[in-house]
C-alpha cells in the first residue's frame, strides 16, 4: 500500500541558507501534519492542514512556512537556516482530522536536515 | 494543556525477558487518542496501538499489550518475551478529538535488548 512520501530523505545546508522539504500523503487523504524531532528529542508539532487551509500551528518558527497544495501535497519551506534546525522533520498524513475514524496518523520515514 | 510523561528514559533486558514501558498522561479533554509508536535506530515511527479514552479493554497483538488505567492517565505498554528487534525507542502520544488533533509525544523511552 502507498505510504506518505517525503523528500528529500537527507539533507544538508549551511546555515544562512533555504531548505524545502516535500510530503506527499496517502492517497485521498486531506490531512497533513509536520513534526520536527531533534537529536535525542521527541517529536514536536510544527503546523497542520486540513482540506489546503492550515488548520493548527504548534512551535513553528517565523523562519519557517508551510502550505498544501491542490494535490494534497505540503511543503515547508525553511529560510535563514540555524544550527538548531538540524533535526528530523516528518510529516504525516490522515484522512480528516483527528485522523478520522481510525484516530491514525500516518506517518513518513522523516526528512534528515543537517545544516553546517 | 497536555501532558505524557515518560519517567523511564532507558530500559535494559535480556532476551526473552518481560519488559513494561510506562506512560502517564495528562489533558482537560474529556475524550481523546492515546498511542503508541516505535522508532527504530532508522528512524521511521511506526504505529503500535491507538486507544479512545472511552474504551478501557485491555488489548493484546502478539506479544504486545496495551493497558488502559483512565483511573490512574496511565497507558502502560508491555512487550511479553522480548526479542533483540524489539530495540527501539518507544514513544507514548496523546492527542485531542477533533479539529484540533496535533499528537503530543512523551520524550520516548529507549529500550534495548540484549542477546
Known amino acids: 500500500a502507498a505510504g506518505v512520501i517525503q523528500s528529500p530523505r537527507h539533507l544538508i545546508k549551511e546555515k544562512r541558507e533555504t531548505a524545502t522539504l516535500k510530503c506527499y500523503p496517502i492517497p485521498r487523504h486531506d490531512t497533513v501534519y509536520w513534526y520536527q524531532q531533534g537529536p535525542g528529542q521527541d517529536p514536536q508539532f510544527l503546523i497542520s492542514f486540513y482540506e489546503k487551509m492550515q488548520s493548527d500551528k504548534g512551535s513553528i518558527p517565523d523562519r519557517f512556512s508551510a502550505q498544501q497544495f491542490s494535490d494534497y501535497h505540503s511543503e515547508l519551506n525553511m529560510s535563514s537556516l540555524e544550527l538548531g534546525d538540524s533535526a528530523l522533520y516528518f510529516c504525516?498524513?490522515?484522512?480528516?482530522?483527528?485522523?478520522?475514524?481510525?484516530?491514525?496518523?500516518?506517518f513518513g520515514e522523516g526528512s534528515r536536515l543537517t545544516v553546517l | 494543556a497536555q501532558k505524557v510523561t515518560q519517567a523511564q528514559t532507558e530500559i535494559s533486558v535480556v532476551e526473552k525477558e518481560d519488559v513494561t514501558l510506562d506512560c502517564v498522561y495528562e489533558t482537560r479533554d474529556t475524550t481523546y487518542y492515546l498511542f503508541w509508536y516505535k522508532q527504530p535506530p532508522s528512524g521511521e515511527l511506526v504505529f503500535l496501538i491507538r486507544r479512545n479514552s472511552f474504551d478501557e479493554q485491555n488489548e493484546i497483538s502478539g506479544r504486545y499489550s496495551w493497558n488502559f488505567q483512565k483511573s490512574t492517565s496511565s497507558f502502560n505498554f508491555t512487550i511479553t518475551a522480548s526479542q533483540v528487534v524489539d530495540s527501539a525507542v518507544y514513544f507514548c502520544a496523546l492527542s485531542a478529538i477533533g479539529a484540533n488533533s496535533k499528537l503530543t509525544f512523551g520524550k520516548g523511552i529507549t529500550l534495548s535488548v540484549r542477546p
Open positions: 504525516a498524513s490522515s484522512l480528516g482530522l483527528a485522523g478520522g475514524l481510525s484516530g491514525e496518523l500516518f
